[in-house]
């Protein structure tokens, strides 16, 4: 079965909700995942993980955030 996560960008929750509103401003699909509260380091950190998608999209979105995402642990 193919995963429906391919790469994520992780960004400070202060950032979260301007993220959200430009990816649903442009019609982006994207799941927002909430650090794990166990861990110290990263504690305030949001992934933003999005699943395959054409290169177009993936350009804006590397645009948005400003580099290429990472790729999502399979």
């Known amino acids: 079965m193919k995963s429906s996560k391919s790469f994520y960008y992780t960004v400070d929750h ?3 909700e301007e993220y959200k509103k430009m990816l649903d401003l442009m019609k982006i699909p994207y799941t ?12 305030n950190q949001y992934s ?5 998608m ?3 999209l ?11 995402g990472k790729p999502y642990p399979q």
Do not use: H, I, N, R
């Not at 933003?48 to 395959?52: E, L, S, Y």
């Open 14 to 16: 202060s950032m979260v």
């Open 32 to 43: 927002l995942e909430a650090p794990v509260a166990l861990l110290k380091q990263g504690a």
């Open 48 to 52: 933003f993980v999005f699943p395959t």
């Open 54 to 56: 054409p290169a177009k």
């Open 58 to 68: 993936y350009g804006m979105v590397s645009k948005l955030f400003k580099g290429d």
